[in-house]
């Protein structure tokens, strides 16, 4: 897996007309389901449309992460 920074991410940005957060305080708040679980993301994703999940799903296979949803 690439090292993974805030700066990948502007190309994911670029493609998504929905909300990207990389900041910390987000990647935080979604890190849990309630459990004692806990994995904080690269960054958070609320895609607009359907075009929008695709396109986050194939950045997410581009660069090897994993996709969860809530």
């Not at 690439?2 to 990948?8: E, Q, S, V």
């Not at 909300?19 to 960054?43: F, Q």
């Not at 994703?45 to 799903?57: G, T």
Request: with cysteine; hydrophobic share 35%; net charge negative.
């Amino acid at each position: 897996m690439p090292h993974l920074t805030n700066n990948i991410f502007d190309e994911l940005l670029e493609n998504i007309k929905g909300d990207v957060h990389v900041d910390k305080l987000r990647r935080n708040m979604v890190a849990t389901d309630g459990s004692i679980y806990k994995v904080e993301p690269a960054c958070v994703v609320y895609p607009k449309d359907d075009e929008d999940v695709r396109n986050a799903l194939g950045f997410a296979y581009n660069y090897g992460l994993s996709v969860h949803s809530r």
